[in-house]
């Protein structure tokens, strides 16, 4: 099992919509997540953060956090084309000298 | 702009050789993580370190190293090139302390690294 699922999909979403990414974990004792936007041939971006159970949000874009079931979401309101890229979910290890990435979603908005 | 930076930029090396890549952390930042990314692949976590020590590695072999200097500048080390290593690698740059940490970090523009 990889630590930090994924769907690496591409997932289309028209635009105006709302774009809903999701990610599992398996460290149960896992402290701190995060989701990074990446455009092709950049590097990752940081878009939002949540440590507690429950939603973030942060103009359009909405973190959701539900430990008991290892799950983070992103939700993207008002998706627009410049939304179109990869989406990173990362998570601190109990350890917490790690952090730990999926392989991404890729997500396009179609106009 | 995350003021982390990284240098070079792009490198071609010939399978075999040795590859040094620099990170300069953000101001007042002196925790550096460095991560692989294979084309297609999320980051793959190599190593961290704090004030200099090493304090967390990930599967990668002894011949990823690394170094942190006393103004959190970094270096990653590569021996011995294989054709594998070709990938973008990150360095990541945050506050953090030894122990449990909710900061969050920020990455350089990397170094696309060719191994032919």
């Known amino acids: 099992q990889k630590e930090v699922e994924q769907n690496s999909g591409p997932l289309s979403v028209p635009e105006g919509a709302i774009a809903s990414l999701n990610c599992t974990y398996s460290?149960?004792?896992?402290?701190?997540f995060f989701w990074y936007r990446q455009y092709s041939g950049k590097s990752p971006e940081l878009i939002m953060f949540?440590?507690?159970?429950g939603d973030k949000e942060d103009g359009r874009f909405t973190a959701q956090l539900n430990k008991a079931s290892q799950y983070v979401s992103l939700l993207i309101r008002d998706s627009q084309p410049s939304d179109s890229a990869t989406y990173l979910c990362a998570v601190r290890s109990s350890s917490a000298s790690k952090i730990i990435f999926g392989s991404g979603t890729r997500l396009s908005i179609r106009p | 702009e995350t003021g982390v930076t990284q240098s070079p930029t792009h490198l071609i090396k010939t399978r075999g050789q040795q590859v040094t890549l620099r990170c300069s952390s953000q101001s007042g930042h002196n925790t550096v993580s460095w991560y692989q990314q294979a084309l297609g692949q999320g980051p793959q976590f190599i190593f961290q370190?704090?004030?200099?020590?090493?304090?967390g590695r990930g599967n990668f072999p002894p011949r990823f190293s690394g170094l942190q200097f006393p103004n959190y500048s970094s270096e990653l080390n590569v021996n011995a090139l294989e054709l594998d290593d070709s990938a973008l690698y990150l360095c990541a740059s945050r506050h953090g302390t030894s122990g449990t940490s909710t900061d969050t970090q920020y990455f350089g523009p990397g170094t696309r690294l060719t191994v032919l």
């Open positions: 370190y704090y004030r200099e020590e090493e304090n």
């Open positions: 460290d149960r004792g896992s402290q701190s």
């Open positions: 949540i440590y507690s159970n």
